[in-house]
């Protein structure tokens, strides 16, 4: 299906990705949203290029969509705030790691017998 000129569109830089979000139109002259995430890779010689993938969104599925998108971004937010954690962004971020339990009655993998297979 060949897509028809863009009615209206938005443009989201983040970083090395970009998002495309486009209104298009079908042969019918009913509108559709497609989605695009285009994410720049660099090669070690310094030329690059681009893997994008794309969503294609339409009316029926609006609802449901916007619903459950609302829902998990909602979820995150709640659980983890709006300030971005990762070692990518932050570069003084340190992973935690559990410490070893002092409960003797817990296994690691490596308390493992052969009488326990």
Do not use: W
Not at 20 to 37: C, G, N, P, Q, W
Not at 44 to 50: I, K, N, T, V, Y
Not at 84 to 93: A, G, L, P, T
Request: glycine share 2%.
């Amino acid at each position: 299906m060949l897509e028809k000129d863009e009615i209206f569109s938005k443009v989201l830089r983040a970083g090395r990705r970009t998002y495309f979000f486009d209104v298009r139109s079908t042969k019918a002259d009913d509108y559709y949203i497609t989605i695009t995430e285009s994410k720049k890779f660099t090669e070690e010689d310094g030329s690059f290029h681009f893997k994008k993938h794309k969503i294609y969104l339409y009316k029926e599925d609006f609802t449901a969509f916007r619903e459950i998108l609302d829902e998990m971004t909602n979820f995150v937010l709640d659980s983890k705030g709006e300030e971005v954690i990762s070692e990518r962004h932050q570069k003084d971020f340190k992973k935690e790691y559990p410490t070893d339990s002092t409960d003797s009655s817990e296994k690691s993998y490596t308390d493992i017998d052969f009488d326990d297979i």
